[in-house]
């Protein structure tokens, strides 16, 4: 056994990323997710859990809990947790037969509604066996609150291996940091809260340099174009209230399919797949007698605002557009070809980047403010609203083949959180030529 590690001290919670831990209440569970299948052999629970923490050194927050400040007067803190066991966080179970996607689906719709244990770190990893012609899959849950869709694909690429050939590696002895004080707490809040008006002052001119001229004006068209959106009447009919219960399902298209479509078009493999959803809304809405002329679905499209430098960086990073996808319209061709004006005209007036500086403007000027940040946050979830159906999120994922201890990853399928009055959302993933 190698040298103990010892990660570093306390850190404070980013704005978003408390944001997502504040949302979350019973309803609303707040993790990302995926299931990965892989022909088997399965190894064992014990070999799993070795192999997980022989690697959880490359993902120190696997390690830590949150820890709130008082009253939520401040962003929460990560802190190592001081009875860490891989045995919390690395289960079993067994699909019931036959063993086919049906029964895997079930599962794990059951498992993603489970709300994670906030007393320990905010990750499980769920072996399930039974599965048909002798695979095995992997069930994993990482709240929001820690990464992003692109930061846990970053995450799976560093547990999972490129090497058919891996073994499972040496453990490495881990000592926990000391536990912050109540009293280093307190102290480094009255610290931030003294010296954060300064900080404020000195940061205004990096933020004002991100946010130019031309952004400016560019998001104001966005907005034209965001008030137009607007007026067009929305399937509202897809939003109410939700339950503690989950369904969870999966569909499958050949990524060079997507490409030729996309070629042919002149559009983007993302155009083509919102394209499919809205063919999928409109079957619904249609199937239900609900389907009017001129309805859109509005749906949130998340963008990674991710730097080159920012591979692996565990927190969220992401911005956001609103999109109309168009399920009145009949034509398959002229859906995709309003789809692409829509994702067009959202790229040109730099909308995500946009409301990013801008929000990070925002924040200057109302400082830290995590017990308003709670409240609201919690408020604005719990609050019904019909301005969104739906949010649509793609991540690109591996493009190589990945093993666990020897055994191929041969399909991935995420899972994202739906939010009290949306009561859909769907993810896309890719994986090597497979998008899902």
């Not at 022989?54 to 401040?74: D, S």
Request: proline letters at 8%; one cysteine or more; a neutral charge.
């Amino acid at each position: 056994m190698s040298a103990p590690v010892t990660t570093a001290a306390a850190e404070r919670m980013s704005t978003l990323d408390a944001e997502f831990f504040f949302a979350e209440h019973r309803n609303v569970p707040l993790h990302i997710g995926s299931v990965a299948v892989f022909d088997g052999p399965a190894p064992t629970r014990a070999d799993l859990m070795r192999l997980f923490e022989a690697k959880l050194p490359l993902v120190p927050r696997y390690r830590q809990v949150v820890r709130a400040a008082p009253f939520q007067l401040l962003r929460p803190v990560w802190a190592d947790d001081q009875e860490f066991g891989i045995g919390h966080h690395i289960h079993c179970t067994r699909v019931p037969a036959p063993g086919g996607p049906e029964q895997l689906r079930v599962v794990a719709s059951r498992l993603f509604a489970r709300p994670l244990d906030r007393c320990r770190p905010l990750w499980e990893e769920w072996l399930l066996t039974g599965l048909a012609d002798g695979r095995w899959a992997l069930v994993s849950k990482i709240h929001h609150c820690m990464v992003d869709g692109v930061g846990g694909n970053d995450l799976m690429a560093q547990i999972f291996s490129t090497d058919p050939g891996e073994h499972l590696p040496a453990v490495t002895r881990w000592d926990p940091a000391p536990p912050p004080s109540l009293a280093g707490l307190a102290a480094g809040d009255l610290r931030d809260a003294v010296t954060r008006p300064f900080r404020r002052l000195a940061a205004a001119p990096d933020l004002l340099r991100q946010v130019t001229t031309e952004d400016l004006r560019d998001y104001g068209h966005g907005l034209g174009q965001f008030a137009r959106d607007l007026t067009a009447p929305a399937a509202d009919c897809l939003n109410g209230p939700i339950g503690p219960h989950r369904r969870w399902a999966w569909t499958t298209a050949d990524l060079a399919e997507l490409k030729r479509i996309r070629t042919a078009q002149g559009t983007t493999i993302n155009d083509v797949v919102l394209a499919a959803i809205t063919r999928a809304f409109r079957d619904l809405l249609d199937e239900r007698g609900e389907l009017t002329e001129r309805m859109v679905v509005r749906t949130v499209v998340p963008v990674s605002v991710r730097g080159p430098d920012e591979a692996g960086v565990v927190t969220n990073r992401v911005s956001a557009v609103l999109a109309n996808l168009p399920v009145s319209e009949p034509d398959p061709l002229r859906r995709l070809r309003l789809i692409r004006h829509e994702m067009d005209g959202l790229k040109h007036t730099h909308q995500a980047a946009s409301a990013e500086a801008l929000t990070a403007l925002l924040g200057l000027a109302l400082g830290s403010a995590p017990a308003w940040l709670a409240r609201g946050t919690q408020a604005a979830f719990r609050t019904p609203q019909l301005l969104i159906q739906t949010v649509t999120t793609n991540v690109p994922g591996p493009r190589r083949p990945l093993y666990v201890l020897g055994r191929p990853l041969t399909a991935l399928h995420p899972y994202v959180p739906i939010g009290n009055t949306v009561r859909i959302s769907v993810a896309i993933l890719s994986y090597v030529d497979t998008v899902s």
